[in-house]
Antibody
């Protein structure tokens, strides 16, 4: 059974920082690309960041470039998202997702999400 | 990175078929065979229904099918059931390790 469990969410002030983690089990973490996807309250899904299985290729959506950084630890099987200079519009449920094998063309498996609220 | 365009809502009666459209551009939907579709029930994580435009993961009902023509992809649900009432999202690879979602479509089963 495959598990992805996000943690680290909470309330943070505008301009502050927070670090999300995604702990995984049930699959060979180091063989798969991973993603972060977010969903603002009552709104649609937004792709946030991507990291290839070896960690050497990454992508971030334009609105978070220079503020968010995706990383991974293939030995511990964990994915992270460092979020700095947070803005109210970053308020959302953040999901980690595992890519399919090979072409990493879609989000194969998802965690249950962790809520980040940016508010003073 | 504007969102792919989906209708805000669609509706249908049990047993009928409905189609949800997803319109992008020649830089995303029209360029790559990497459109995927997700179903999300309230308070739940999304679940993949279709990947690489037309492929269905194991375990997904054959009532769900995908197609694409030019810059527009479509999800068809046949034999509509009450449990199909949910939000549906398309997503496309957009090059340079970026992805883009549609705005989402609420399916109402009458």
């Amino acid at each position: 059974q495959m598990y992805l469990v996000e943690s680290g969410g909470g309330v943070v002030q505008p301009g502050g920082s927070i670090r999300l983690s995604c702990t995984t089990s049930g699959f060979t973490f180091g063989s798969y690309a991973m993603f972060w996807v977010r969903q603002p309250p009552g709104k649609g899904l937004e792709w946030v960041a991507f990291i290839r299985s070896d960690g050497f290729a990454q992508g971030h959506r334009d609105s978070v470039k220079g503020r968010f950084t995706i990383s991974r630890d293939n030995y511990k099987g964990t994915l992270s998202l460092q979020m700095d200079s947070l803005r109210p519009e970053d308020t959302a449920i953040y999901y980690c997702a595992k890519a399919n094998g090979g072409s990493y063309s879609y989000f194969h498996s998802w965690g249950q999400g962790t809520l980040v609220t940016v508010s003073s | 990175q504007s969102a792919l365009i989906q209708p805000a809502s669609v509706s249908g009666s049990p047993g009928q078929a409905i189609t949800v459209s997803c319109t992008g551009t020649g830089n995303d939907v029209g360029r790559y065979t990497f459109v995927s579709w997700y179903q999300q029930h309230p308070g739940k994580a999304p679940k993949v229904l279709i990947y690489e435009d037309i492929k269905r993961p194991s375990g997904v009902s054959p009532r769900f099918s995908g197609s694409k023509s030019g810059n527009t992809a479509s999800l068809t649900i046949s034999g509509l059931q009450a449990e199909d009432e949910a939000d549906y999202y398309c997503c496309s690879y957009a090059g340079s390790n970026t992805w883009i979602f549609g705005g989402g479509t609420k399916l109402i089963v009458l």
